[in-house]
């Protein structure tokens, strides 16, 4: 009716989830920031915090670190899912059922259980080094865990449904009229695919790549488990300094800058792709 | 006769059990203009996507140039396509989109300007070489599709229903734009539609689909003036479906009894035997009304309904029990209109009368 009493309704609506978020979410958030800047501290208000983070080579090391992984993880699981999500387009309904079981049965599954399944499968003693040497493919155990390669190889399983999921959408809403349309003009396989279905399958290509790229730079099991004390990523600093040093100060500044970088990447997307097509 | 452009020789396609297209034969001449004509669901469409090679026929024979193109995928056919939908690259602009055969084909970039150049001029859209498909009318974006599938000169060009999505003025408008390109470019076109008047208005010669089969192949005077069957005459044009009994033959014209009392005098060839039931059509424009009687073919009638047309009135005209006939009478200023409730005599020539038996 009136505009006052439609405000009233989206007010009742959405209240409950916006206390909820301001509850457990935003007041902790701001209680991180005001103690990443020393307050309520011995030392008073300030940037020491960050003046420590940005001054040792081990915190940008472990940044470097951190961000590499998650880029590699994300053109992993681009590459990986791009064909699934292609093949996903192509099958009959029975056979997209099957193929989303797949893609859905491990977001369904503890994370723990699927890292640890990773160790059995990657250990020096493990599934895969067994099978290989049993081929005589190689003769020493392939060094796949406590190194980036196992935390990459984990994390990419992990996250690969966040890159199938957006991937498979934007392929689908690309008209097959098209594709045909070009195939009558004498283009073959492979120029429809790079002239139409890529370019076409950007926007799922960005969504992909943010909401991997994200959740990986914050990553926490996968890593510690994976790669142990030898590769030590931003998420495994915050709980070292928090639950072994108590230092909270260090800690909370840390979370600020994973914080910063993941907003700054989310409003990068907004401007070049919308956030509005994550989900569509 | 010179060798067709394009043979269909006994072309099936099952979907399995249910046969969309059933044993079609057909042949295209080198810049002619055929349309194949039906109802949804006819086997028109999965016709011209067997001859586009997205669609593999079940059993038959389909050769372009006289070579079998059956295992020949659609991008080697040297076809050009129309869809409904356009099917325009989104992501390009207009000039891209129709360069994008031009490219597919390696030709060199300074003469893709230039014929991309000369198409969109053919198809009146030079101004537009920069915009976007979003940005364009339907009517724009289908000359835009046009010029995109006449742009490499392919040896046939294929047209589903491509005018279906535009309103009805615009649609006249581009029929006759279409049809002058066709015949200025002298592209052999096949093309489906399931709207008869645009067949009648295009085509060189119409094939006439109904469930899966093609009924009748002719030019469309020859279609609308000798129809082979009364699916054909109720397709093409409005038509009076009239079932009688013959009462008797002479030579070259018959007498068939449509209901007590009525009989109509047929000019025909065929000569069925007295007592056998046959089904007559004619035109609502062959029937006449007048006020007074005379001549063979003439019945009482009673106006039940008539509508103002502009150019023509329509009306329905009781001949009693209950045989309700529909008549077309041109309106040029200086007839006079009946109205509902009169007596009228209707008239009709025994030229008119198709019999079908």
């Known amino acids: 009716m009136s505009a006052r009493s439609t405000w009233r309704q989206a007010g009742l609506l959405v209240g409950p989830a916006l206390l909820l978020l301001v509850a457990v979410y935003l007041y902790p958030l ?16 300030g940037l020491e915090a960050y003046r420590r983070l940005a001054e040792s080579s081990v915190y940008i090391d472990v940044l470097l670190r951190t961000t590499r992984i998650s880029v590699v993880v994300t053109l992993v699981c681009l590459l990986a899912a791009y064909p699934v999500a292609y093949v996903m387009t192509r099958v009959g309904p029975a056979w997209l059922r099957v193929l989303m079981v797949f893609v859905l049965l491990p977001l369904w599954t503890s994370i723990l259980v699927r890292t640890y399944a990773w160790m059995v499968l990657l250990q020096a003693n493990g599934v895969l080094n067994n099978v290989l040497r049993w081929l005589r493919v190689i003769d020493e155990p392939l060094r796949l865990m406590y190194n980036e390669t196992g935390v990459v190889i984990g994390m990419a399983q992990v996250l690969l449904p966040f890159a199938i999921l957006p991937l498979y959408a934007s392929l689908r809403s690309i008209d097959p009229r098209l594709s045909r349309a070009a195939q009558s003009m004498g283009a073959g396989p492979w120029r429809r695919f790079y002239s139409l279905t890529l370019p076409l399958s950007m926007p799922g290509m960005a969504t992909a790549a943010l909401l991997v790229f994200v959740q990986g730079l914050g990553f926490f099991i996968t890593p510690a488990l994976l790669g142990g004390s030898r590769v030590i990523t931003l998420a495994m600093v915050i709980e070292t300094q928090v639950v072994d040093l108590l230092d909270w100060s260090l800690a909370s500044a840390a979370a600020m800058v994973l914080l910063v970088l993941t907003a700054a990447l989310v ?9 509005d097509r994550v989900w569509a | 006769m010179s060798e067709p452009l394009v043979t269909l020789r006994a072309v099936s396609k099952h979907y399995g059990r249910a046969i969309a297209v059933n044993n079609v034969s057909l042949d295209v001449f080198e810049g002619e203009f055929v349309t194949l004509l039906g109802p949804s669901g006819s086997g028109k469409t999965t016709t011209l996507m067997l001859i586009a090679g997205f669609e593999a026929p079940t059993s038959g024979e389909i050769r372009i140039r006289g070579a079998s193109v059956v295992a020949r995928p659609p991008e080697k056919r040297d076809i050009g396509m129309v869809f409904q939908s356009y099917a325009l690259f989104p992501h390009m602009s207009v000039f891209d989109n129709v360069a994008y055969p031009l490219r597919t084909r390696r030709v060199p970039s300074t003469e893709v300007a230039e014929r991309v150049a000369r198409v969109l001029d053919a198809v009146r859209m030079s101004g537009f070489a920069g915009r976007y498909p979003r940005q364009l009318s339907g009517g724009q974006q289908q000359r835009v599709a046009v010029a995109r599938a006449l742009v490499y000169r392919p040896s046939l060009l294929l047209m589903d229903e491509p005018l279906g999505a535009l309103d009805k ?36 010669r119409i094939a006439i689909m109904n469930v899966g089969d093609v009924v009748q192949i002719g030019s469309p005077l020859a279609l609308y003036e000798h129809p082979a069957t009364d699916f054909v005459a109720g397709f093409l044009g409005d038509v009076n479906t009239l079932d009688g009994v013959v009462a008797g033959a002479e030579t070259g014209v018959v007498r068939v009894e449509i209901a007590d009392g009525i009989e109509v005098t047929v000019t025909t060839a065929a000569r069925p035997s007295a007592g056998k039931r046959v089904r007559l059509t004619l035109r609502p424009e062959r029937l006449d009304l007048a006020t007074i009687a005379g001549g063979v073919n003439c019945w009482r009638g009673l106006v039940r309904g008539a509508t103002f047309r502009g150019e023509l009135v329509r009306y329905d005209v009781e001949l009693g029990s209950g045989l309700v006939v529909n008549v077309s009478r041109p309106y040029r200023g200086q007839e006079t209109i009946f109205g509902p409730g009169q007596e009228v005599f209707v008239r009709s020539r025994p030229d008119d009368w198709r019999v079908f038996g």
């Open chain 2, 169 to 204: 003025k615009l649609r006249e408008e581009m029929q006759s734009e279409l049809k002058d390109l066709q015949r200025t470019l002298g592209v052999t076109t096949l093309y489906v539609t399931h709207d008869q008047q645009e067949a009648l208005a295009l085509s060189d």
């Open chain 1, 267 to 275: 409003v990068g997307f907004d401007r070049l792709v919308g956030l």
């Open chain 1, 30 to 45: 701001g209680r991180l920031f005001v103690l990443s800047v020393g307050g309520g501290g011995p030392g008073g208000a």
